[in-house]
C-alpha cells in the first residue's frame, strides 16, 4: 500500500520560535509542498510558524486550507488570504476537520498544543483509526529529546517497536516526505490488549 499525498496537515507553533532555522524549516515545507502540488491544512493561523508556512505555500501557489476555531479567529489571530478558510466551534473539531482532509501528518516545531495534536494524529494511526502517516521534522535536533523518550517508552513496555517505527523523522522536508512516499501501515496499527504485548 502507498500513500497517495493529495494534501498534509501540519501542526506547528503559533510562536516562530527563537531559532531562525524553525522558520527556515517552514518556509522550506510550505513551498515544497506547493512544489510537488500537495496541499497543505493546517490551523489557519496568521502568526508565528503557522503563519510562515501557510505564506510560504500561497507564495508558491499552493493550495492552503486553515481549520479555526471561531474564538481564535474572534481574537483576529486567523489568517485572511487563504484558498479556504474553516471556522469551527471548538479544537475538537478543528482536528477532526483537519485529519479528514489530510493524508498525512508533520509536525513542525511547537508547544504543548502542537504536541497534543501531533499525538492524536499518532494514536489514531496505531489504533487503526487512520491510515495516514505521522512525521516530525526534527529542525535544529528540537524533537530528539521526544524521540528518546519514544525509545524509552519502547524499553519500559508502554509502546511497541512497530508503533514506535510508525513514527517518522527527518530533519528536513524532502527527506521525510520520501519516508512518508515509502511508509507502510503496521499489519498490527489496531488496538491489542495487553496480553498481545
Do not use: N
Amino acid at each position: 500500500m502507498t500513500v497517495e499525498l493529495r494534501r498534509i496537515a501540519v501542526f506547528c507553533g503559533s510562536s516562530p520560535g527563537r531559532d531562525p532555522a524553525f522558520a527556515d524549516a517552514a518556509r522550506d515545507l510550505g513551498t515544497l509542498l506547493a512544489e510537488r502540488g500537495i496541499g497543505l491544512v493546517y490551523g489557519g493561523g496568521a502568526v508565528g510558524l503557522m503563519g510562515i508556512v501557510a505564506d510560504a505555500a500561497l507564495d508558491a501557489g499552493g493550495e492552503v486550507i486553515g481549520v479555526i476555531p471561531q474564538h481564535l479567529w474572534d481574537k483576529e489571530v486567523g489568517h485572511r488570504g487563504l484558498s479556504e478558510l474553516l471556522i469551527v466551534g471548538s479544537m475538537h473539531e478543528r482536528k477532526l476537520a483537519m485529519a479528514d482532509r489530510a493524508d498525512a501528518f508533520v509536525g513542525l516545531p511547537g508547544g504543548v498544543g502542537t504536541l497534543e495534536e501531533l499525538f492524536e494524529a499518532i494514536t489514531w494511526t496505531q489504533l487503526g483509526i487512520h491510515a495516514k502517516p505521522v512525521g516530525l521534522l526534527d529542525v535544529a535536533g528540537f524533537y530528539g529529546p521526544l524521540l528518546g523518550f519514544l525509545d524509552d517508552t519502547v524499553d519500559a513496555g508502554f509502546l511497541r517497536t512497530e508503533h514506535r517505527d510508525q513514527i517518522l523523522a527527518a530533519v528536513g522536508p524532502e527527506e521525510l516526505l520520501a519516508r512518508f512516499a515509502a511508509w507502510t501501515p503496521s499489519t498490527t496499527g489496531k488496538w491489542m490488549g495487553p496480553e498481545a504485548r
